[in-house]
C-alpha cells in the first residue's frame, strides 16, 4: 500500500520551499518505515537543488541526514521491529553482491548505490529525500540510533558525522606515533569540520584548527582542539612547514593544495571530504618529496555509520545544532552559505502537521 507524506519540496532551482504530498513506494518484504522526527540540512543539499552538482530531477524533496523511530516492517525483515531508533544516511540501497559491497564499501559499489534522494529507485522512481514525514528504506541501509543520542542532534552524524569519521579512521588519528599522539589538523571549522574536531579529539589526537582568522578559536577549544592557527597571517606555511600527520580538508572551496601538503610530516596525509566545483592545481613534486599522500573520501559504508554512531554515543560527541520548523528552510539555506550557522541546521518534522499542502 503506497504511503502518502507531506515533504518539503521544490520545483525548480531558483523557487522556494513548499510543502507538498509525495508518495512513498509499497513497502517490500525487506523494506522498514521510518516515522521521521529530525532531518538534518547538509550542504550537499543545497548544491543539489541549486544545480551546483548537474541538472536535479524536479520536483524534488532532498535531505540524508534523518533519524526517527520504525514504524513498520516487512515481513522478511530480521533486524529491526517497531519503536526501534533509526537512522538512514546518504544511500538507501545498492548492488549488495559487487567486491565494495561484499566488503562494507556500499558507498563505492561497483554498480552505483542508490542515494537518499535525487537517484533512480529500485522501483524506477526518483528517491525522495528526509524533508518528509515518512521514509521508506531496505533494512540493509538502516542504522542504529543509540539511546545517548536525541534524534536532533544524531540527525546530521548520518552524513557530517561519518563523512569526518571514516578518514580519520582510515588513516589512523587515534594511532600514536612514537608515544605520542598524532597531530591532525582540521581545516575549516564548519558543519564538516566541528564534527571532525570533535571526532579526532576523542581518538586520542593532538588537534589543530586551521582558519583564515582566530574568530572561532574559543569554540575550537570548547570542541576539543588545543589550538586555531590563521592561515592568512604573514608566513603562516613557512612557519608550520611539516607539522602535521593527517590535515582533513572539511572546506569546499580553492585552496593553494601544494602548500597544505607541504604542512605534513613525512608519509602524511591530506584526506579530502570538502567538494569545490572548481579544479584544484597540483605539483606531483608536493607529494613525491616526503612521500606524502593526497586522499579523497566519500562517507562510508553502512557498519562504520553503525560504528561511528556507536562512537558518539560513547564519548557524548554531537551535533551542535539549531532547530527550525518547515516554514523556515530557505532562510536557512541562505544562513548556510553565508556562514551563518554554528553548526548545522536541523528540521523538527513535527511542524509538518500543521502546515498547509501548497
Known amino acids: 500500500m503506497t504511503i502518502t507524506v507531506k515533504a518539503l519540496q521544490k520545483t525548480g532551482p531558483d523557487q522556494p520551499f513548499q510543502v507538498a504530498t509525495i508518495e512513498r513506494r509499497d513497502p517490500r ?84 548505490n542508490v542515494g537518499t534522494y535525487n537517484a533512480t529507485d529500485v522501483d524506477g522512481t526518483i528517491t525522495q529525500g528526509g524533508y518528509a514525514q515518512k521514509v521508506v528504506v ?24 561519518i563523512t569526518t569519521y571514516a578518514p580519520l579512521a582510515r588513516w589512523g588519528a587515534a594511532d600514536s606515533k612514537d608515544g605520542a599522539p598524532k597531530k591532525v589538523a582540521v581545516l575549516g571549522l564548519g558543519g564538516l569540520g566541528h564534527m571532525g574536531v570533535q571526532i579526532a579529539a576523542a581518538m586520542g589526537a593532538d588537534v589543530t584548527v586551521l582558519s583564515r582568522t582566530r574568530k572561532k578559536e574559543q569554540l575550537a577549544i570548547e570542541l576539543g582542539a588545543q589550538q586555531t592557527l590563521a592561515t592568512s597571517e604573514d608566513g603562516f606555511f613557512a612557519d608550520h612547514r ?16 601544494d602548500k597544505y601538503l607541504g604542512l605534513l610530516k613525512p608519509r602524511g596525509v591530506v584526506a579530502v571530504v570538502g567538494l569545490p566545483p572548481q579544479k584544484q592545481p597540483l605539483s606531483f613534486g608536493s607529494i613525491i618529496g616526503g612521500g606524502k599522500v593526497l586522499a579523497g ?16 554515543a560513547e564519548h557524548g560527541i554531537a551535533a551542535q545544532i539549531e532547530t527550525i520548523g518547515v516554514d523556515e528552510a530557505d ?9 551563518e550557522v554554528f553548526f548545522r541546521v536541523v ?12
Open 29 to 112: 518484504p525487506t523494506d522498514v518505515v521510518i516515522d521521521i522526527k529530525a532531518a538534518g540540512i547538509c550542504h550537499s543539499d543545497i548544491h543539489t537543488i541549486r544545480n551546483e552538482w548537474g541538472e536535479a530531477n524536479f520536483p524534488l524533496t532532498v535531505g540524508h541526514e534523518i533519524a526517527g523511530v520504525v514504524e513498520a516492517v516487512g515481513s522478511d525483515v530480521t533486524d529491526w521491529k517497531v519503536g526501534d531508533r533509526v537512522g538512514v544516511g546518504c544511500m538507501v540501497d545498492s548492488c549488495g553482491t559487487c567486491e565494495e559491497c561484499r566488503a562494507g564499501q556500499e558507498q563505492n559499489c561497483l554498480e552505483g
Open 138 to 161: 531496505d533494512e540493509r541501509f538502516v542504522c542504529r540510533i543509540p539511546e545517548g543520542l536525541d534524534f536532533d542532534v544524531a540527525a546530521p552524524l548520518l552524513c557530517a558525522g
Open 242 to 257: 611539516g607539522e602535521f600527520d593527517i590535515i582533513l580538508n572539511t572546506i569546499s572551496a580553492d585552496i593553494p593544495v
Open 297 to 312: 573520501s566519500n562517507i562510508g559504508g553502512i557498519a562504520q555509520t553503525q560504528e561511528m554512531l556507536d562512537f558518539c
Open 331 to 339: 532562510a536557512a539555506y541562505e544562513r548556510v552559505v553565508a556562514g
Open 347 to 358: 528540521i523538527d518534522t513535527a511542524t509538518f502537521e500543521d502546515a498547509e499542502v501548497a
